[in-house]
Nanobody, 121 residues
């Protein structure tokens, strides 16, 4: 069992910044890729950014140059620094980790509970 806990969401004005964090806990054997997804009301969940265990990153075109994903492997934590926020960034942001627990014999995707990010003036 792997549990992801997110924090850092909130209300911010356009052009502002916000930093999200997500810490994994539980019977973790290993964590491979980690990432962030977001879902606006009435829309599908979209990938925002991913980061491999080696530090390779990938971003959605809509956030390139504005968002930065990073991780601390020692703390099993992934971060999302969001700058120059736009109203279009408003969504529930979900943390995801591809991990293996001591209970399961293979890798599985684990999701956080989601944290609301609202960009409005």
């Amino acid at each position: 069992q792997v549990h992801l806990v997110e924090s850092g969401g909130g209300l911010v004005q356009p052009g502002g910044s916000l930093r999200l964090s997500c810490a994994a806990s539980g019977s973790i054997f290993s964590i491979k890729d980690m990432g962030w997804h977001r879902q606006a009301p009435g829309k599908q969940r979209d990938l925002v950014a991913t980061i491999t265990s080696g530090g390779n990153t990938n971003y959605a075109d809509s956030v390139k140059g504005r968002f930065t994903i990073s991780r601390d492997n020692a703390k099993n934590t992934v971060y999302l620094q969001m700058n120059s926020l736009k109203p279009e960034d408003t969504a529930v942001y979900y943390c995801k980790a591809e991990a293996r627990s001591y209970i399961a014999s293979m890798m599985n995707d684990y999701w956080g509970q989601g944290t609301q990010v609202t960009v409005s003036s």
